[in-house]
């Protein structure tokens, strides 16, 4: 019997849906030592969120039953693609379960941030009624920016569109007819964007060349006018990956003004040190790495992610295996 360990969690319909294949599905934690030593040798496929780190000693150990290693979700930061690559293993993701939940989080982030929301709700509990010091700003009118013009930022594009924004962005790996079939604006210089607009949103992958890619050189280029030339103040937000933005330089600007308001739903170091300076700061909000946190995404990472393993398992390759040049 083929035996597949989820060690992150995964919808129950999911997991039924491996057992209905034929496969023992173990489920639960496994310790990275436990990993180390060669556990994933006793498993023909493994399923892992953002928890569990895959290692190339894990991989080389694993062989030879470990068939395929699945990440349930998009990023896959978390696993050594070189070493599974090197031992012909595919690594199969989920990357559209979650879309549609990480586009409405972004948009209210957005919200949250121009209209106060958290710092009103904050005010309220005090037994405050600070109405007009809660004088925010409207989306309508207001230039948006996208690094990174993939599934998630034209999902958000176009809700952006909805509320009257005018949407840009920076995407070197996409063709500018991608973004001007959605009557989104294409930069071909990252800085560009930033001198034109007022709200950033990330939706761009953690790498070298985008660490820290938000930074105070770049902070310092937005324009903090709308087009209307209405003092609107600066905005960013980030569902994407921690790391991009540079959390020391975001901080500095809230404190000088340059930036109005910053959301995070993803941090450098997570969880994130409740005493960080950054949290206590009046224009700050953020979210636990919520943004595929909704019964919808989850069902449907699941059992997308279940079709990829079994596809694997059965001799096919994923549509979604995200080494598949490498392999072949």
């Known amino acids: 019997m083929r035996r597949v360990a989820v060690t992150d969690g995964m919808a129950e319909e999911a997991v039924r849906k491996l057992e209905q294949a034929g496969c023992e599905v173990v489920q639960g934690f496994i310790e990275h030592d436990v990993l180390d030593a060669g556990g994933l040798a006793e498993f023909d496929a493994i399923i892992v969120r953002s928890a569990t780190k895959i290692t190339e000693q894990m991989l080389i150990k694993s062989q030879p039953r470990l068939k395929v290693v699945a990440r349930a979700g998009v990023g896959v930061d978390n696993i050594d693609i070189p070493a599974a690559s090197t031992l012909g293993l595919p690594v199969v993701n989920a990357p559209r379960a979650s879309t549609q939940s990480v586009v409405e989080l972004t948009i209210g982030h957005l919200l949250g941030s121009l209209r106060f929301i958290p710092r009103a709700d904050r005010s309220l509990r005090l037994g405050e009624w600070a109405k007009k010091e809660l004088k925010g700003t409207e989306l309508f009118g207001k230039r948006l920016g996208l690094i990174g013009f993939g599934r998630i930022a034209q999902g958000v594009a176009k809700v952006a569109q909805a509320f009257g924004m005018e949407v840009h962005s920076y995407d070197p790996y996409l063709p500018s007819s991608v973004a001007r079939k959605a009557n989104v604006t294409m930069h071909k210089n990252v800085d560009n964007l930033f001198k034109t607009c007022t709200h950033i949103s990330i939706h761009c992958n953690l790498t070298d060349e985008t660490h820290h890619l938000i930074n105070t050189k770049r902070i310092e280029m937005m324009p903090g006018v709308d087009p209307f030339n209405l003092k609107c103040g600066n905005h960013i937000v980030n569902c994407a990956r921690g790391g991009i933005v540079d959390e020391d330089a975001a901080l500095s600007a809230l404190e000088s003004g340059q930036l109005a308001s910053l959301a995070l739903d993803v941090f450098e170091h997570e969880p994130?040190?409740?005493?960080?300076p950054l949290l206590q700061h009046h224009n700050f909000h953020g979210t636990p790495h919520i943004g595929a946190a909704t019964i919808e995404a989850q069902r449907r990472v699941g059992l997308d992610i279940v079709d990829a393993v079994l596809t694997v398992l059965d001799g096919?390759?994923?549509?979604?295996?995200?080494?598949?040049?490498?392999?072949t």
């Open 272 to 276: 994130v040190d409740a005493k960080s």
């Open 316 to 327: 096919g390759v994923a549509e979604t295996t995200v080494n598949r040049k490498d392999i």
